[in-house]
């Protein structure tokens, strides 16, 4: 019996954002306590890693003009970022696991009963509206739901994620201009500041037993929500 595959290469293709190539990498097993195991969509610069790609700004290709990239701070005279996700871990180890060839292009006719019934989380690192429409809106037909978020919601190519996707936040300027558009939101608001968005996450509160596995409010239509940075960057989220 053929074993079960760590996961699948779901998409290929050219960035809208810089025309660079990008892949998308779909892993099957998680142990993030937040998400829960969820289908965890990776999309990564196939040709640089991702390390590499955020000291040389080459990581714009999967994740546009996020605010959270790593960016020069004046007043601390030294490189910061933001971003929540710890790449030198889950990510650089997808990565290193694609660069050896240890996931197999995605075939329907053999993996699509891995994804049936299961949650996919759209964008675990980059941004999903850079992907292909017909390979998100495809995989998500067969899950339980998804959830995923942008920052690229202002972007022409990334309209057709409203009502699919929350479109990221980081001011309270974003987000009258996102719901102003017909967008749902997900704000990150900096840690000791007022909230100016929706739902609190559930998976982020306190003594909250959720998870996005079991929380179904981040599919792009249902509520704006916010949360409290957080993750390594969390000290860098700049005030609202």
């Given at each position: 019996?053929?074993?079960?595959?760590?996961?699948?290469?779901?998409?290929?293709?050219?960035?809208?954002?810089?025309?660079?190539?990008?892949?998308?990498?779909?892993?099957?097993?998680?142990?993030?306590?937040?998400?829960?195991?969820?289908?965890?969509?990776?999309?990564?610069?196939?040709?640089?890693?991702?390390?590499?790609?955020?000291?040389?700004?080459?990581?714009?290709?999967?994740?546009?003009?996020?605010?959270?990239?790593?960016?020069?701070?004046?007043?601390?005279?030294?490189?910061?970022?933001?971003?929540?996700?710890?790449?030198?871990?889950?990510?650089?180890?997808?990565?290193?696991?694609?660069?050896?060839?240890?996931?197999?292009d995605y075939d329907p006719?053999?993996?699509?009963?891995?994804?049936?019934?299961?949650?996919?989380?759209?964008?675990?690192?980059?941004?999903?509206?850079?992907?292909?429409?017909?390979?998100?809106?495809?995989?998500?037909?067969?899950?339980?739901?998804?959830?995923?978020?942008?920052?690229?919601?202002?972007?022409?190519?990334?309209?057709?994620?409203?009502?699919?996707?929350?479109?990221?936040?980081?001011?309270?300027?974003?987000?009258?201009?996102?719901?102003?558009?017909?967008?749902?939101?997900?704000?990150?608001?900096?840690?000791?500041?007022?909230?100016?968005?929706?739902?609190?996450?559930?998976?982020?509160?306190?003594?909250?037993?959720?998870?996005?596995?079991?929380?179904?409010?981040?599919?792009?239509?249902?509520?704006?929500?916010?949360?409290v940075a957080h993750g390594?960057?969390?000290?860098?989220?700049?005030?609202?």
């Open positions: 019996m053929r074993n079960k595959p760590r996961g699948f290469v779901v998409d290929r293709g050219i960035s809208p954002i810089d025309g660079q190539p990008y892949v998308a990498i779909a892993t099957l097993k998680s142990t993030n306590a937040k998400t829960g195991d969820m289908v965890q969509v990776f999309i990564l610069r196939p040709d640089i890693a991702p390390l590499a790609a955020i000291v040389s700004g080459d990581d714009r290709t999967i994740c546009g003009d996020c605010p959270h990239r790593r960016r020069w701070d004046a007043a601390l005279q030294r490189f910061v970022r933001s971003c929540y996700v710890d790449v030198g871990k889950s990510v650089n180890s997808v990565w290193r696991a694609f660069a050896r060839g240890s996931y197999p006719s053999l993996h699509s009963r891995y994804i049936r019934g299961r949650r996919i989380r759209w964008g675990a690192y980059g941004d999903p509206a850079i992907l292909s429409e017909s390979v998100v809106r495809d995989l998500t037909a067969l899950a339980d739901g998804h959830t995923g978020y942008t920052h690229q919601w202002r972007q022409p190519f990334a309209q057709w994620c409203r009502g699919f996707f929350q479109a990221s936040c980081d001011s309270f300027a974003d987000y009258l201009a996102a719901t102003e558009t017909g967008w749902r939101t997900f704000a990150v608001v900096p840690q000791g500041a007022a909230p100016y968005a929706g739902k609190l996450c559930p998976a982020t509160a306190d003594n909250s037993q959720a998870t996005c596995l079991t929380c179904r409010l981040c599919d792009g239509a249902k509520q704006d929500v916010h949360v390594i960057g969390a000290a860098y989220v700049g005030a609202a």
